[in-house]
């Protein structure tokens, strides 16, 4: 059983600093990416950021430049550090990892959510 845990949410203002992490337990075979989602109530789940085992990352857009995540591949964890945080940022925040099953069909196994509040 594969569990991902994230940690590090909470209140903060405008132009203020959080540092999401994710630890993630149990055999994740072939585990490749690990991944940062976030959703608001009423919209669908968007994809924030990922890091691979290629010691690649990716962002969406609207993070560009403010947000940065890092993964450790050997030790299962991850990090969002997410500066200058914006109003619309406030969301739940998802960690996702991505590896392969035992037959090699891909998998991709989620954290319950960490909450942002961005709140002057």
């Known amino acids: 059983q594969v569990q991902l845990v994230e940690s590090g949410g909470g209140l903060v203002r405008p132009g203020g600093s959080l540092r999401l992490s994710c630890v993630a337990s149990?055999?994740?075979?072939?585990?490749?990416?690990m991944g940062w989602y976030r959703q608001v109530v009423g919209r669908q789940r968007e994809f924030i950021a990922t890091?691979?085992?290629?010691?690649?990352?990716d962002y969406a857009d609207s993070v560009k430049g403010r947000f940065t995540t890092s993964g450790d591949f050997v030790n299962k964890t991850a990090y969002l550090q997410l500066n200058s945080l914006k109003l619309e940022d406030a969301a739940v925040y998802y960690c996702?990892?991505?590896?392969?099953?035992?037959?090699?069909?891909?998998?991709?196994?989620w954290g319950q959510g960490t909450q942002v509040t961005v709140s002057s």
């Open positions: 996702s990892a991505e590896g392969l099953e035992a037959n090699g069909s891909p998998r991709q196994d």
């Open positions: 149990g055999k994740i075979g072939g585990l490749y990416a």
């Open positions: 890091s691979t085992n290629r010691d690649t990352t």
